[in-house]
């Protein structure tokens, strides 16, 4: 068996005791040393100057009481014993110095005496392992004034070796990750992977998120799940705010994000907090981020860095300490590199980014969320509504199938169960019905073409809604020619190759340049190439 080595600290006010009297007193350091199933081969003691006589006189009694027992006595001074920092690098810098021999002895580390803040120093530096040991505590006699030892415990803190605590923090984990998910039981690998990276980041940061993934993918409900699991673990106690960027607009923006002071501008009749003082202690969501102008852009960076800002027509700034979570369904390295975004914002945001995959890529998922949006419109509709089992898998069959596009991903998925359970006769869904909306969703895709997914990106979801059919198709095939060209005037060539060659000059890179310009697009915008010519 090797030697047992206990290192602690000397009980100034508990080790004390005058002449035959402190035999009667339960002394921790000298109990140390008088359980018989405990063999103390060496105690290093630490202790400060203005106590050495009482650290010599411990000495002498464990000598009487465990002969076998060397006792090695350690000065160290602390100017602040309840300083956390002074006490950590103290007893780093002690550790760090101490002939540590795992091989040769066995170390424990007495957390009885000392002051809490000791203590818990020594359960960090025991823990990270500086200290290659385990812990001791020693409990007093139920009557202090009997000559018993009193108990002691040993703590390994090798959770390794707890198979119940492991197994109870792996279920925290994975109840966190199923809050995340509305509690439903997905199968895709990616997306289960992603949810327990984000609650790891969720419990652990208070750093700004980006949640990117196409319109419709649950970035707006996985925020707010985000701060309720937050909010649950005590770690923010204010309120969610939801911001879509996509419908600020003009000086607006400026006044609805940071507020505004009375007689800031004409209409101005009163004091306006703006969204930003009232996330103040909660969790700002910013959907849409990358529809912000550039000037909304800087001050939203430095109310970011420094929890600071000024409202529009003021000149005292305002303080508002918020957790931030910003959603886009635009390339936002893109848009960077347009001059669309700015670097350094992106770069502040960017710490943790996470793309939340479309419908379309979790079709694995489509039946446990079929499940779960029966259940929304129940808790909406006060009323239970089912498949029949034949109509259920009929309806699965189109809605994994390449047929179903999900081009607004979960909200298609969502609008097309509130539409068979609203028109389902006794709350049953049966075949008829589930034709009917197949029939409806391609009606629908057909009607949007799939190359107008693509002006989402460079558009946004709301303006794209303005724009005609006949539009949205010209359109589409222009942004997929300028996005495989290497310049404007070589897109210009492609898109009027034709009809070019009917007139004596032609400017192909102008005609584009005014076509483009009158849906609000540039070159440099769809391409993010800052070289348009």
């Given amino acids: 068996m090797k030697p047992r080595v206990v290192i602690g600290f000397l009980g100034s006010t508990l080790d004390q005791g005058k002449n035959a009297e402190r035999w009667q007193r339960w002394r921790p350091t000298v109990a140390l040393c008088q359980h018989e199933d405990l063999v103390i081969n060496r105690l290093d003691l630490i202790h400060s100057a203005q106590h050495a006589s009482l650290a010599s006189r411990v000495a002498q009694d464990i000598a009487q009481v465990s002969p076998e027992t060397e006792v090695r006595l350690h000065t160290l001074e602390f100017k602040d014993a309840w300083d956390f920092e002074e006490v950590y690098s103290a007893l780093h810098d002690f550790a760090r110095r101490y002939p540590f021999d795992t091989d040769a002895e066995e170390y424990l580390v007495h957390i009885t005496t000392g002051t809490h803040v000791g203590q818990i120093c020594w359960f960090l530096l025991t823990e990270a392992r500086v200290i290659p040991g385990r812990l001791l505590q020693l409990t007093p006699p139920k009557r202090w004034k009997d000559s018993a030892p009193g108990t002691y415990g040993v703590i390994d803190l090798d959770l390794s070796r707890y198979d119940e605590i492991a197994t109870r923090f792996k279920a925290e984990q994975a109840e966190a990750a199923s809050f995340l998910k509305s509690g439903i039981e997905t199968r895709n690998a990616g997306f289960n992977a992603m949810i327990e990276r984000i609650e790891q980041v969720a419990v652990r940061s208070k750093a700004p998120v980006l949640l990117t993934g196409p319109t419709g993918a649950g970035k707006s409900q996985l925020a707010r799940k985000i701060y309720e699991l937050k909010h649950a673990r005590h770690q923010i106690k204010g309120p969610f705010v939801e911001v879509n960027c996509a419908t600020l607009r003009g000086d607006s923006a400026m006044s609805a994000l940071f507020g505004h002071v009375k007689g800031a501008f004409t209409g101005a009749m009163s004091d306006r907090a703006g969204l930003l003082r009232a996330a103040n202690n909660g969790l ?150 589930v034709a009917e909306e197949i029939g409806r ?28 059919l006949f539009d949205r198709v010209q359109l589409a095939t222009v942004v997929s020619v300028c996005r495989d060209a290497r310049t404007l005037s070589d897109a210009g060539r492609r898109l009027f190759a034709v009809s070019r060659q009917q007139k004596a000059t032609s400017n192909d890179a102008d005609r584009l340049k005014k076509y483009l310009a009158r849906f609000g697009l540039s070159f440099a915008k769809i391409t993010g190439l800052r070289d348009a010519g």
């Fill in 284 to 433: 700002l969501f910013l959907d849409e981020i990358g529809e912000l102008g550039i000037d909304e852009q800087a001050m939203i960076l430095r109310a970011i860095e420094e929890k600071r800002f000024l409202p529009v027509g003021s000149d005292k700034e305002v303080a508002s300490d918020f957790q931030l979570i910003a959603g886009t369904n635009r390339d936002l390295e893109r848009a960077v590199a347009a001059g669309a975004f700015r670097e350094d914002l992106l770069a502040r945001l960017n710490l943790w980014t996470f793309k939340l995959p479309g419908l379309k890529e979790r079709r694995e998922d489509i039946a446990p969320n079929l499940d779960f949006e029966l259940v929304r419109y129940a808790e909406s509709a006060g009323d239970t509504v089912t498949f029949n089992k034949e109509a259920r898998e009929q309806y699965l069959r189109f809605a994994t199938s390449g047929e179903a596009r999900w081009a607004a991903n979960f909200r298609d998925l969502g609008a097309s169960v509130t539409r068979m359970a609203t028109l389902a006769p006794m709350g049953r869904i049966n075949e008829a019905a």
């Fill in 441 to 468: 969703l391609k009606s629908r895709w057909r009607q949007e073409p799939a190359a107008n997914d693509d002006l989402t990106d460079v558009l946004g979801a709301d303006a794209l809604q303005e724009i005609d």
